[in-house]
């Protein structure tokens, strides 16, 4: 995402994308709705933790991209939690 500028990136992204992508990894790889559902849940958790970053300034880029990113995040794994009641 920040990758012209790694020496630049947000120490609280650099954290929190490494714990994300790793439960995208497992979501990605688990069976069965329930499981998707348990691991989404830890996803939104560590979602709103970059959603929620005291150092977040809108005017700038990354902050944008990050907020923009995490945002698709939340919705994508609150319509995966939807689908569980909807089963």
Known sequence: MFAE???KICPAFQKQESIIKDI???INKVDGLSEKVRFTKKLLKEV???LSCPDYDGKKSDCSNCHFI????KKTAE?????EKLT
């Open 24 to 26: 995208l990894n497992i």
């Open 5 to 7: 500028h790694p020496e």
């Open 79 to 83: 319509i995966i939690i939807k689908a």
């Open 70 to 73: 995490e945002k698709l995040r």
């Open 48 to 50: 709103n933790v970059l």
